[in-house]
């Protein structure tokens, strides 16, 4: 009886030290999606109507925040293995949860680089400017639409401005995690209108707050995306 | 034009939910610009010849396309009102017939508090979440996307909470946690129970 009772005693301390190893192994194990750096300061979009409290909670615990929760969703092995943020976007079969924390996470970098503060002034000799022309008749009749379409979204969403497989820009927006790179678009510029993108500066104000975006738009970038696209 | 639709009072002053957490700023917007503004827009729509003539408020959450500009605004003038009327200033808690069936259906009003929670948590973007009655006179948590309304799938709604970020930004930013707790402490139960029964009644006499 007291063999017996050894050689338990010996199973059950070796089982403990088993999962200790496997649970300090997860902690250990790093976190394969990160959260991108801010292409500028925090109060650097101010003056143009986003406030540094907008971006301390829109980057630092929205965006923060999916990046956090796909961590942990892949520790807990419901992340496919060897895809990448684009690849489990444009997977069929990622589940929706996972779906939605990926692309949160892809849309809001590219919302961050869609915008400088020394943005707004789209150049007539653009490339990008000229294929606005020629596809919605005018610059400024495309940033109507665009406008008109951030503005009429109904409830959480995005609305994205992409070169499609005829090489023609065209405006698409969709439903709360939305990402036109389903669509096989490939996106130069997108706006977030869920509410807590301006609802610290805008409260209900959704027109105002489009505005400031427009006035921060960064076309350099959105030229390089463009250009890319040839 | 005369205004087909209007904007039901609030049950109770703009300040009155403070204490529980829904401050007088988040209810001058939510209800003078968000609600009042569904209710201007609808009017609006209206008076230029887009909305059913002699149709209710309920007709039109019943036979609008779902998702359609018009079921989205009288969806969420009915939602909104639903919301209010969730809400007191003063709660007592669960209690009567309302908390005898949340029992026997969920095992305990914890339990059912539990999942209604969660779900409101969890809900992925603008929405509600509804306790209804359903055609067999079982409670249902059910939830949805932006103007939701479980009319519908033939539901009889006795509590919502809206989960559109606007409903808490203000006073809890991102914690929509914070928020769900701050509401279950408001819940209305005297007007729950009273839906609940009224809905008892009219669908026992529909079966």
């Not at chain 1, 678009?185 to 209108?193: E, G, R, Y």
Request: hydrophobic share 35%; net charge neutral; glycine share 6%.
């Amino acid at each position: 009886f007291q063999c017996f009772h050894r050689r338990v005693s010996f199973l059950r301390s070796f089982d403990n030290l088993a999962s200790n190893l496997s649970i300090a192994m997860a902690e250990e194990k790093q976190d394969r999606f990160t959260l991108p750096a801010l292409p500028f300061a925090e109060d650097a979009l101010k003056d143009k109507g986003i406030s540094q409290e907008t971006i301390q909670y829109h980057y630092g615990k929205h965006h923060a925040g999916y990046v956090r929760k796909l961590n942990a969703q892949d520790k807990d092995g419901n992340v496919a293995k060897d895809k990448s943020l684009e690849d489990l976007i444009k997977a069929q079969d990622t589940s929706p949860k996972v779906f939605n924390l990926a692309a949160q996470i892809w849309n809001h970098t590219f919302y961050w680089e869609s915008m400088a503060p020394d943005g707004g002034a789209c150049k007539d000799d653009l490339n990008v400017a000229k294929q606005l022309a020629k596809d919605f008749g005018s610059f400024d009749k495309f940033m109507e639409q665009f406008k008109a379409r951030a503005g009429g979204h109904f409830g959480s969403g995005w609305v994205w401005l992409s070169v499609d497989k005829e090489k023609k820009l065209v405006i698409t927006d969709g439903h709360d995690a939305f990402n036109p790179l389903k669509d096989g678009l490939t996106p130069v510029l997108t706006i977030d209108v869920w509410e807590h993108a301006y609802y610290v500066d805008r409260r209900n104000d959704r027109g105002a707050y489009i505005n400031s975006f427009v006035s921060l738009i960064n076309w350099a970038k959105v030229e390089e995306r463009y250009n890319a696209c040839k | 034009a005369q205004n087909r639709f209007s904007l039901p009072p609030l049950p109770y002053a703009k300040n009155a939910l403070e204490k529980g957490g829904i401050s007088s700023e988040t209810v001058e917007y939510h209800y003078g610009k968000h609600h009042a503004g569904y209710v201007r827009k609808l009017n609006a729509a209206d008076q230029a010849g887009k909305v059913r003539k002699n149709a209710s408020l309920t007709d039109l959450i019943l036979t609008e396309k779902e998702n359609s500009a018009i079921f989205n605004l009288a969806a969420q003038i009915y939602n909104h009102t639903f919301y209010w009327e969730s809400m007191a200033p003063a709660s007592d808690g669960c209690t009567g017939k309302i908390c005898q069936a949340l029992q026997s259906q969920f095992g305990s009003c914890q339990e059912f508090m539990k999942q209604f929670k969660q779900r409101a948590g969890t809900h992925f973007g603008s929405g509600w979440v509804w306790l209804s009655l359903n055609q067999q006179l079982k409670l249902v948590i059910t939830d949805g996307h932006d103007a939701c309304n479980p009319l519908r799938d033939g539901l009889v709604p006795v509590l919502c909470i809206d989960v559109w970020e606007h409903a808490y930004y203000v006073d809890q930013r991102n914690d929509r946690a914070a928020y769900i707790d701050n509401f279950v402490s408001l819940i209305n139960w005297e007007r729950v129970e009273q839906r609940y029964n009224d809905a008892v009644s009219k669908l026992r006499s529909n079966l």
